[in-house]
């Protein structure tokens, strides 16, 4: 299937793989041919390995096995330098940039090419580079004073400063608004039509029909297809990266008894740089109910969820809690975690963040189902019995693959880190349950699992919040949705009867308006 | 897993293959291998210790061996060692809960001083009170000075973020000044110290016709209460947790800043009590030398037990009989006691290196290469 | 006319005491750059002195001959090869070994004050002197030789012109280091690796010999006054425990500086005119310590402030104190 290995092509791989650990397969026998000047899309879902196949690129990570070829020579990647001496370059999803630094400081950081340490001579070269493929720069801008889009720019020059012909774009769309995006891709084609091979991470199909000129799929770990774009479709794409055609088949049963539970009216929040995050926001969550919360990555999912978990101050705004025992309204703003517990509201809170937040890495599950209930009793020692059984329980009822409930959870997989996570939160007996990105990194079975335990809770009369990022999961399994645009409300929609593409307009609504501004 | 990946770790720009050395964090080390470890690591320490001193002294090794035993465990030397190791397991137990809480606070020496300070203040001045009030008051009073000295740099850090082992480390100077501030103006002829013709009033008991039996007894229950405090206790779970993930314990509810405060306040207070037992069970006296260093040795036994009060026994242990050994060692030879300070760093070294051994995973590639082609040659 | 002599003088003796702390401060800076916290600098600085004593030593005491130059290269060496064995044991620790950058800095102090202290009392014993102190009058004489014309220059000549060459030296190694941080390719990488060393990494920066070096030549320059505070201010003489805690006071300057070199020029002869400023003004001896107190209270002011004030170019270099592992980014 693949190509000899030639001088015509940019970049090829031959048997590459990887492993990490023992159990953890990342890269196996993996083939790829990137072309000069093309936009090569790498596609596949959360986990099959592309970051990992562009690290070994990039010589971040050593492939165990394989061979990596550059103009049809072979190459020896041992570090992100010896990229560069081949012109590789990588902008990673996560900036690597110093804060302190200016932008031009940033660019240059790293290189010795012998010459005299010129910085002004260094930002003028940095100004061509921005007329030359349309960014848009101060180059003596330091980096803390930023925005996103700002940031990734400068990585990008900073690949282009290097003379870099492979340039490796790690899911860079994931933070920008669709105008940021826009102006990305006309950079994107501008360097392709300057020679240069442009690798393509993402999940975002229209994307990639958007911008790519050929896709490669990977799935689980292996290279399944590569294909022209002009030839394929999102439903033969979505295929090969799934395997089959998966209908979700999420269950979703007709709310009963609903009644209004959480009601958030006027929520406005600035974050400490000083950046308006919540504009305005008001919606009404009720109970035995799914309510959905979609948007572009940052567009303030976390901030919502964080200021009604009382962890951070609002501008203005009130967020009420209709008690379930007496219909007493509750106040929560501006109360700190312990006191909204203390107030009797049983509101339960599932992390982006798992282990950086919702649970302690270091701390075996017995502690950590502590978490929220090692306070309770006048008695100055905690009581480890009760989390201890319910740690049997979690582990029991939930599957949790784990050598023992004494075990450290940043041992444990993704997924069963999540199902101790959920499973902690939703024993508490919560009348008001968020979650956000719940099935993030996790497989087809454990993603079940958890839609079912949100189903199961829905139906036991909570007030279910989910913030995700897969627009079929929110339709299937939400009763209504949230459309959040730039820390606003862009549109409440029925999820039954909501289309897709309904969403992914409003999502993208407010044109013109950066939300990093 | 994470952890699980094997980066090179050497850019290794000569080679152009494989990564000589890949390095990788342990998983999980088992108990046994750990101890091995420790152990191959004090065994080296002590030999290179033992070789330097037999190129100095030119003794021979036997002697030198019973000379550090004699010198740790001799007839008149063994109550020493009991104190010394009391003095400094205490402090090092009450700098464990802030370290525990990942505050570096290295600020042991001058929170046991400014106890010791303020001890030595009611003890010159509480004359006219019966014995049991003064006493009382000698402890009050470094308790809660040593607790002052540990809150100030704690609100700092709570609401500023200031670097606390920065902080921590000026105030022990402030301290050291303060009480030779407080020598020049408490005994006016200028001498180095003020002793016990000063510092009168107040006195603990000295227990079974023993100087130093209170002080141990004292440690010895500070050392099961931290463990229980530390393992058992709610204020122990929250160090742990805000120790762990800051955002977990704001998550949780916990305060963060009243934790980080209230924990350096006991750091501080149970290194003023050392302090009080300093000046007022042992040597009715005081200089700014009274601490000996041992708030910054203690940092280290702290961190060597890995945190944990039972181990804690062992590192002191360790440290006080061999720099006690040692101590013998310069005496009888006649060399510098100094000599015993460089002993203590040689094995210092050895144990903090080691740690690497316990934590991480090296692999040499080059076995594994020629074992992998090896197994090639085989199949063909 | 006598209060300018006398303020004159003062500042004289200030730059004098203030040296050393410049050495040292100047070292820590560059050390701390690269986000190594090297709390061992006291006793590097400790090492760096008797290193210089003992090549001292053995050249007035073992070879006829004087040669002024010899007198002045044998300990600026053999110090300079002590503080950098040193600092080789604290690198290798937390840059090749990962330890705990306090821990280890702490042993290192405690060893390099014991090694200092016990070579400096056997150098004593060889002499067989009944002073319990060592004088290397003619290696102090060669450091202490100032410019011919400084005396014809009055008091203008003595401010400037009236110390041996080391107070020169720490001057333009400051300004140096100062330059380097500032304005070189070699200074931008080692404050990324300072800043953020997974970043510096990224960019393809040899972040453990950045590492390396800097805690190294930081060392290196810290030991020299060691070297200076003995063989130039003590006129040769060691004696134990001489240079008392004035590496933790070059600490002190590197916060009060902000991690400037430049700054901490002015720092060090600021905390060195506050130690011996009780000679000049007419306070009781018994304030002196409270005098000497003065450095610490102001120093963990600017730490105060620079943290409250959050002005990220003042803050401490962010990867202070922590070591990097490639594979924990």
């Known amino acids: 299937m693949s190509e000899t290995v030639s001088e015509k092509y940019a970049l090829q791989l031959r048997n590459v793989t990887k492993a990490f650990g023992t159990k953890v397969i990342a890269n196996k026998n993996v083939d790829l041919d990137v072309r000069y000047g093309e936009v090569l899309a790498i596609l596949g879902e959360n986990g099959s390995g592309k970051t990992t196949l562009m690290n070994m690129i990039a010589g971040i990570y050593h492939p165990d096995a394989g061979e990596i070829y550059v103009n049809g020579e072979k190459a020896s990647i041992n570090s992100p330098k010896d990229a560069f001496n081949y012109k590789i370059g990588m902008v990673h999803q996560h900036f690597k940039l110093v804060d302190l630094f200016t932008a031009t400081e940033n660019i240059i950081l790293g290189i010795n090419d012998g010459n005299k340490y010129d910085l002004a001579k260094a930002e003028e070269e940095v100004k ?56 990305l891709f006309d950079v994107i084609r501008n360097m392709r039509n300057d020679g240069k091979s442009i690798l393509i991470i993402t999940h975002k199909l229209h994307e990639v029909l958007a911008i790519s000129d050929r896709v490669t799929v990977l799935r689980k770990g292996e290279h399944i297809a590569t294909v022209d774009t002009a030839k394929t479709s999102e439903i033969e794409l979505t295929e090969m990266m799934v395997g089959k055609r998966v209908s979700l088949n999420i269950g979703r049963s007709e709310p009963k008894d ?17 950046v308006k995050v919540l504009k305005d926001i008001s919606f009404t969550a009720k109970a035995g109910e799914i309510l959905g919360i979609a948007g572009i990555a940052g567009s303030g999912q976390r901030e919502l969820l964080e200021a009604i978990a009382g962890l951070r101050p609002l501008d203005s705004g009130n967020i009420t809690y209709i008690d379930p025992s007496n219909s007493e309204n509750v106040e929560l703003r501006s109360k700190s975690p312990m006191q909204i517990r203390e107030l009797g509201v049983r509101l339960s809170f599932v992390p982006e963040d798992r282990l950086g937040m919702g649970l302690v890495g270091n701390m075996d599950i017995i502690d950590n189902m502590m978490l929220r209930t090692y306070k309770k009793g006048l008695s100055v020692f905690v009581d480890r019995q009760p989390p201890r059984q319910l740690a049997e ?66 139906e036991n009369g909570v007030a279910v919040i989910y913030v995700g990022e897969d627009l079929d999961v929110l339709l299937e399994l939400c009763d209504r949705i949230i459309v959040l645009c730039a820390g606003a409300v862009s549109g409440i929609l029925d999820g039954r009867t909501a289309k897709k593409e309904e969403v992914g307009l409003l999502m993208t609504k407010v044109k013109g308006v950066s939300e990093n501004e | 897993m994470n952890k699980e990946i094997a980066a090179s770790e050497k850019a290794n720009a000569h080679s152009k293959s494989a990564p000589f050395i890949t390095i990788t964090k342990r998983d999980a080390s088992s108990l046994k291998r750990n101890i091995v470890v420790r152990i191959i690591a004090i065994a080296a320490a002590l030999v290179v210790s033992a070789l330097l001193t037999l190129f100095i002294t030119g003794e021979n090794p036997i002697k030198l061996f019973s000379t550090v035993i004699e010198g740790a465990f001799g007839q008149f030397r063994i109550w020493g060692t009991a104190q010394s190791v009391a003095m400094l397991l205490g402090i090092a137990l009450a700098l464990t809960p802030a370290f525990k809480m990942k505050f570096w606070n290295t600020g042991g020496e001058g929170q046991v001083l400014i106890g010791a300070l303020a001890s ?124 762990e993930s800051e955002n977990t314990a704001k998550y949780i509810g916990i305060n963060v800043k009243k934790v980080v405060i209230r924990t350096m306040a006991l750091s501080g207070a149970l290194c003023g009590l050392i302090g009080v037992l300093l000046v007022g069970a042992t040597s009715y006296s005081i200089d700014p030398n009274l601490a000996g260093g041992n708030g910054f040795t203690a940092i280290m036994v702290s961190w060597l037990a890995k945190f944990n009060p039972i181990i804690m026994i062992f590192t002191t242990l360790l440290i006080v009989v061999l720099s006690r050994g040692a101590e013998n060692v310069s005496m009888t030879l006649g060399l510098n006691k100094s000599f015993s300070d460089i002993l203590t760093g040689i094995i210092l070294f050895f144990i903090i290196g080691c740690e690497f051994f316990i934590n991480y995973q090296i692999h040499f590639n080059i076995g594994k290469k020629r074992k992998e082609e090896a197994e090639d040659n085989g199949n063909n | 006319m006598a209060i300018i002599e006398q303020i004159v003088e003062l500042l004289v003796r200030a730059v004098m005491q203030g040296t050393p702390l410049l050495f040292g401060s100047t070292g820590e800076i560059l050390t701390e750059k690269s986000g190594n916290l090297n709390l061992g600098i006291p006793g590097i600085m400790y090492i760096g002195a008797i290193s210089g004593v003992i090549g001292g030593f053995f050249y007035q005491n073992y070879t006829s001959s004087y040669n002024m130059i010899l007198a002045i290269i044998i300990p600026l060496l053999s110090s300079l090869a002590g503080s950098l064995l040193a600092s080789l044991i604290y690198g290798f620790l937390t840059i090749t070994l990962r330890a705990n950058q306090n821990v280890t800095g702490l042993a290192l102090t405690t060893f390099g004050v014991g090694l200092g202290n016990f070579f400096g009392g056997s150098l004593i014993k060889i002499t067989k002197s009944d002073t319990p102190f060592l004088a290397l009058s003619k290696i102090s004489a060669a450091y202490r030789t100032t410019l011919p014309f400084a005396n014809k220059l009055g008091l203008f000549g003595q401010l400037f012109f009236s110390y041996g060459f080391m107070v020169y030296l720490a001057v ?109 003004v007419s306070v009781s001896m018994n304030l002196l310590p409270l005098m000497q107190m003065l450095p610490y209270v102001v120093t963990i002011i600017v730490l105060v402030i620079v943290s409250m004030r959050k002005k990220r170019e003042n803050l401490p270099p962010a990867s202070l104190g922590t070591n990097y592992f490639r594979e924990e980014r």
Request: glycine share 10%.
């Open chain 2, 120 to 243: 030595a203040l009611v003890m010159m001045t509480a004359g006219g009170l019966p014995h049991w009030l003064a006493s009382i008051l000698v402890i009050l009073a470094g308790v809660l000075a040593g607790a002052i000295w540990g809150i100030i740099p704690a609100i700092f850090k709570a609401y500023w973020k200031t670097n606390e082992t920065l902080f921590t480390l000026m105030m022990n100077y402030v301290a050291i000044q303060l009480i030779k501030y407080f020598l020049k103006v408490a005994d006016g002829s200028g001498s180095s110290t003020v002793g016990p013709s000063l510092l009168l009033y107040g006195r603990l008991p000295v227990l079974f016709n023993q100087q130093y039996m209170l002080n141990i007894i004292v440690v010895a229950a500070m050392t099961i209460m931290m463990y229980i405090y530390l393992k058992i206790s709610k204020h122990g779970y929250e160090i742990s947790v805000v120790g």
């Open chain 1, 393 to 458: 329980e979690i582990i029991e009822s939930l599957e949790v693959v784990t050598p023992s409930a004494q075990t450290p959870v940043r041992r444990l997989s993704g997924g069963n880190v999540q199902k101790v996570l959920v499973g902690r939160e939703i024993a508490s007996a919560p009348s008001v349950l968020m979650v956000a990105y719940p099935v993030r990194g996790l497989d087809i079975n454990s993603s079940y699992t958890i839609y079912n335990l949100l189903n199961a809770q829905k």
């Open chain 3, 172 to 280: 333009v190694i400051a300004l140096i280091v100062s330059f380097v941080l500032k304005r070189t390719r070699v200074g931008l990488q080692l404050r990324a690796v300072g800043e953020s060393p997974a970043t510096a990494d990224a960019a393809g920066v040899n972040v453990n010999k950045y590492k390396y070096f800097a805690t190294c030549i930081g060392g290196m320059i810290a030991g020299l006054g060691g070297l200076y505070y003995i063989l130039d201010y003590s006129k040769g003489i060691w004696a134990n425990d001489a240079f008392g805690d004035r590496g933790w006071l070059a600490i002190a300057i590197v916060i009060f500086a902000i991690w400037r070199p430049n700054v901490s020029i002015l720092g060090s002869y600021l905390f060195g005119g506050l130690y011996i400023l009780f000679n000049y």
């Open chain 1, 128 to 183: 061509n580079i921005s007329g030359k493929y349309g960014f848009v720069i101060n180059p003596k801008k330091k980096i803390y004073e930023m925005s996103v889009s700002e940031k990734q720019t400068v990585e990008i020059i900073k690949v282009l400063y290097r003379g870099a012909d492979i340039l490796i774009l790690d899911e860079p769309t994931a933070v920008l608004t669709p105008q940021e995006t826009d102006k």
């Open chain 1, 258 to 274: 609903t009644c209004d539970r959480l009601i958030v009216s006027g929520m406005n929040m600035t974050n400490p740089d000083g």
